[in-house]
């Protein structure tokens, strides 16, 4: 319960935590059963604030559910998390460029280039990352 009271986890995060504190897997998996039958654990609450967390921070979708994986968050449970944003990807993906590199337009092909590259790291997709280039009118690029 301390675990839980400080943030959500998913339930592999809980159960390596667990175990690294020497519990037997009978008991962690007892506990777990537990924890999910009176909704103090949950995958889904746990995905869905990751990913508002994580769009905080500036990542994007591929890094999120990358990182999601590596949770133990299931596929279906990954998609639906973050198709609830599916209309703030390219607004965000704007907002991090223009907060790392400010409002203008890169000078030349290789500035843009290099943008591109740190979007891309973030995690964004090629489509959110065209757009957060374009300023209403269509690219010149």
Request: with cysteine.
């Amino acid at each position: 319960m301390d675990l839980l009271a400080r943030r959500e986890h998913s339930e592999q995060e809980l159960t390596r935590k667990l175990a690294a504190r020497g519990y037997d897997e009978d008991t962690v998996a007892a506990t777990l059963a537990g924890l999910v039958a009176d909704c103090l654990l949950s995958n889904a609450r746990f995905a869905e604030t990751f990913v508002q967390v994580r769009m905080q921070r500036g990542s994007g979708p591929h890094k999120i559910r990358a990182e999601l994986r590596e949770r133990g968050i299931p596929v279906e449970l990954i998609d639906s998390s973050l198709e609830v944003h599916a209309d703030a990807w390219r607004e965000l993906a704007r907002q991090v460029r223009e907060k790392r590199f400010g409002n203008g337009r890169p000078r030349d092909f290789r500035e843009r280039s290099r943008q591109m590259r740190f979007l891309q790291q973030r995690g964004f997709e090629s489509t959110q990352i065209n757009a957060a280039f374009q300023d209403g009118d269509a690219d010149d690029w």
